[in-house]
């Protein structure tokens, strides 16, 4: 078993880089509104919140640090709760652009892409007829001809700057060859155990969300970085988020909802918040396996965090 605990560590993805406005009234999109959801998130029993931003007139996803810097702020003058950033962005993003929110901020976790990949989100294009936005239909279109970079050289710059800024990897895995890519980076030196691996299911691109495939991810990282060097987490795509969530509680890892990878709360109604999602996951997840959520510093012990983030980024 890896280091499994009997809290489970619940996490929120705000907003993400993958919806667009269209999809759903309730995606967070101002600085104001994904500050408030992840507060709300955090109240619900959500011990982290994973963090996009938007440009607030267009709800279009950027790297703009300002607007990062007045969502941290805003969340910590108001929360104890574990602040993830992105460092995966969204399409059109280069590397340099999607990294600098660690170096200027000093998260207490950053998420961090383990390898190249496609990543499709055309598939919405036949579900949506008419687009609020005028970017919103080119910026899933292009998802088709998109490669995630994440090549060997931009994951040992993002080893560099993580380590040098004190600030905990989540390792982002959306296929069996990302957990071999950790080990490497594991052997080389670069990345220390124990890590923190969040399985990546469901992606168009990646590995899917049957429960099969979870357990899969399980034993590559099982056998390839050892049960006693990490833990996990499971963020699962779209329909597949809360299935995911019970079968990773079962087998002793934590959980990520939030509306980045799922719109709905049940079949065929949209989730209105966030904390909806963390609300029905820490239900599920006492009811199916009696595990209880874990408060912001109970997570901090879990995942060995060194430090909080600084009050005022
Ligand atoms: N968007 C998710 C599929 C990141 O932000 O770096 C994974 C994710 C990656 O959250
Ligand atoms: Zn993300």
Known sequence: MSPSSDKIIITAAITGAVHTPTMSPHLPITPEQIADEAV?????????????????????????????????????????????????????????????????????????????????????????????????????????DYIFKNTFSDMEQFCKTMHENGVKPELECYDISHVYNAKRLIDEGRLRTPVHIQFVLGITGGIGASAGDLVNMKQSADALVGEANYTWSVAAAGRFQFSSCVTAASLGGHVRVGLEDNLYIRKGALARTNSEQVEKVKMLAYEVTGRENATPDEARALLSLERRTAKHP
């Open 40 to 144: 709300g998130a955090a109240e619900a029993g959500a011990a982290m919140v994973h963090i996009h931003v938007r440009d607030p007139e267009t709800g279009k996803p950027t790297s703009d640090l300002g607007l990062f810097r007045q969502v941290l702020s805003d969340i910590r003058d108001r929360s104890d709760v574990i602040v993830n950033t992105t460092t995966g962005g969204g399409l059109g993003m280069t590397v340099h652009e999607r990294l600098m929110v660690v170096p200027t901020f000093k998260p207490e976790v950053a998420s961090f892409n383990m390898g190249s990949m496609n990543f499709g989100s055309y598939p919405y294009l036949s579900k949506v007829k008419e687009w609020k936005y005028s970017w919103e239909k080119p910026y899933i279109e292009s998802s088709r």
